[in-house]
């Protein structure tokens, strides 16, 4: 090898190959300082160890972008926009660790599981939720509607949150079973879909 190896041939493998610095290094017999030294002096951003880590427990390539590429029927292509259309507009994109929407409408809610288990493969029993009412709703009448409208187990709900009654209007007679909050925790899927999202 010589010296000094090339900035596209390094940029491909470690980029677009998603090879290890120790990979490289073995390809070009060399240490994995000297890799290292060059990505650094060809600006090329090294990955954090997170990713370093999902990418060696991926070496097919990333799962969640070979979903959105599998995607292929009308139906499809519209659940996916239906999906992102929701999580940019009710999602919490604040949490930069976990995916998070809430809404009062079970319809809704189901809409955006059904989003993330057919278009990216997501299990439904991964799934967690964040329950909040009106301190003159009962708990438990509201935690059953919701285990009902959801399919979901009660391992999955998280403790209640309850709060004072917000008034008697519209939203209110919505609420009446409190607002339901879906969790999934990957950083990975999260940072895609904002980075989606911001694209459009």
């Given at each position: 090898m010589d010296n000094k190896p090339k900035k596209d041939i390094?940029?491909?493998?470690?980029?677009?190959?998603?090879?290890?610095s120790a990979e490289i290094a073995n390809l070009f017999k060399c240490s994995v300082s000297k890799i290292n030294y060059w990505l650094a002096r060809y600006?090329?951003?090294?990955?954090s160890i997170s990713e370093a880590v999902y990418?060696?427990?991926n070496p097919k390539g990333d799962p969640f972008v070979e979903s959105v590429l599998s995607v292929k029927t009308p139906n499809e292509y519209f659940l996916y926009g239906l999906g992102l259309g929701l999580y940019w507009g009710?999602?919490?994109k604040s949490n930069t660790h976990s995916i998070r929407l809430g809404n009062t409408d079970p319809k809704l809610i189901r809409t955006?599981?059904?989003?993330?288990?057919?278009?990216y493969k997501?299990?439904?029993?991964k799934l967690k939720f964040g329950l909040q009412v009106f301190n003159d709703v009962p708990k438990i009448a509201a935690k059953k509607y919701w285990l009902r409208q959801l399919q979901a187990r009660p391992s999955q709900f998280q403790k209640i949150v309850v709060s004072?009654?917000?008034?008697i209007g519209t939203y209110r007679k919505k609420a009446q079973y409190g607002v339901v909050t879906v969790y999934?925790?990957?950083?990975?899927?999260r940072d895609i879909l904002c980075h989606t999202i911001d694209t459009i």
């Open positions: 390094l940029a491909r493998l470690y980029l677009v190959e998603k090879k290890s600006n090329v951003s090294k990955r990418t060696r427990r009710e999602g919490t955006f599981i059904k989003f993330l288990r057919q278009i997501i299990k439904p029993d004072p009654p917000q008034g999934y925790h990957n950083k990975k899927l």
